[in-house]
């Protein structure tokens, strides 16, 4: 029941009943999905803002719905995590992201890494590492060839060991970035007792970045925080030539976003390996 303005109860909300029922159909076709084959990785570039190579794609799950069409990730994979439905879905996602990385390599391209991100539902009940050696053994590949992203809340989930895990994955040669860095509670501690390598500052801060002169400061600080732990810096979200001449200024690494390329098909993004330089 929900109070309206004149202090009633009441019992019946139409935009919740239909917010609800979306949700429960969008569950519903979720459960489908991968039977149906309606989800695909889509590839956005990261850049090495000192050469301007292209040096990794973020695999990004999209869901081709048959009536809805795309639906993007922030709306399905919050539903795939309360259902469970995140660990096939995830698994999919590695084993995809695998065996394109062959395909690219069959075709004679020249591979970069594929960075896929991993929930912490994924960690807490399914674990990764397994599934992920599995499926670079199958197709020859190292585990260089892979990254992996997770959010700080990931990091610090509850009743996971999440520490062994990375370092199992650590194990086979797979990067670790920290995604979204900003936006959760990570501490300074956490980031060196898990070993990350590289720290993705979300994109919040990447357009604070030419606004106003505070964004510039706390993006510094977070650049030679990185650099004190020995970690790799990427900006998420970069946009204009503005922001991208600050990054540099600023000693950040690598950046990822618009300006650069938007997320795209394999097939495009495997043009992208045989020219890959990106500016
Ligand atoms: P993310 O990992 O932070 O991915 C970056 C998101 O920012 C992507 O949204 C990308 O399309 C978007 N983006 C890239 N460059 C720019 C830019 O310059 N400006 C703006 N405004 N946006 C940019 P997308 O593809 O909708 O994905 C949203 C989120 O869904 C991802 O955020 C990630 O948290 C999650 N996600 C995507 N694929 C997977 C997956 O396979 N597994 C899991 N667990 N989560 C995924
Ligand atoms: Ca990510
Ligand atoms: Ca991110
Ligand atoms: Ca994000």
Redesign the pocket.
Same mark, same amino acid.
């Given at each position: 029941a929900k109070r309206d303005r004149g202090g009633k109860f009441r019992f019946f909300d139409p935009d919740l009943y239909i917010a609800a029922t979306a949700r429960a159909q969008l569950r519903h076709s979720l459960q489908g999905a991968l039977a149906a084959e309606q989800f695909e %990785?889509?590839y #956005?570039p990261r850049v090495d803002l000192a050469t301007g190579r292209l040096c990794s794609m973020? &695999?990004? %799950?999209r869901w081709r719905h048959p009536d809805l069409g795309m639906v /993007? /990730?922030?709306k399905f +994979?919050p539903i795939a995590e309360e259902s469970g439905l +995140?660990g096939p +879905?995830?698994r999919f996602?590695i084993e995809e992201a695998c065996h394109q990385l062959a395909l690219w390599r069959t075709a004679g391209l020249a591979l970069v890494p594929v960075s +896929?991100?991993?929930?912490a539902h #994924?960690f807490a009940h399914e674990g990764v590492h397994a599934h992920l050696a599995m499926h670079l053994a199958r197709h020859h590949l190292a585990g260089a060839m892979l990254e992996v992203?997770i959010?700080e809340s990931a990091m610090v989930a509850e009743g996971v060991d999440v520490q062994r895990e990375l370092a199992a994955l650590r194990e086979l040669g797979v990067r670790l970035h920290v995604?979204?860095f900003g936006t959760g509670y990570s501490s300074l501690a956490q980031l060196q007792r898990l070993n990350m390598d590289v720290l993705k500052i979300d994109?919040a801060f990447t357009s604070e970045l030419t606004v106003s002169p505070e964004g510039r400061v706390l993006f510094q600080a977070i650049v030679s925080m990185a650099k004190a732990l020995d970690m790799a810096v990427v900006a998420?979200?970069?946009?204009t030539a503005g922001q991208l001449e600050a990054l540099v200024a600023l000693g950040c690494d690598e950046g #990822?976003?618009? %300006?650069f390329a &938007? /997320?795209m098909p394999a097939r495009q993004a495997g043009a992208l390996l045989g020219r890959p330089q990106m500016m």
């Open positions: %990785l889509h #956005q973020e &695999a990004l %799950l /993007p /990730p922030a +994979i +995140i +879905i995830g996602v +896929i991100n991993v929930s #994924q992203e959010t995604d979204d994109r998420e979200g970069v946009e #990822q976003g618009y %300006l &938007a /997320p």
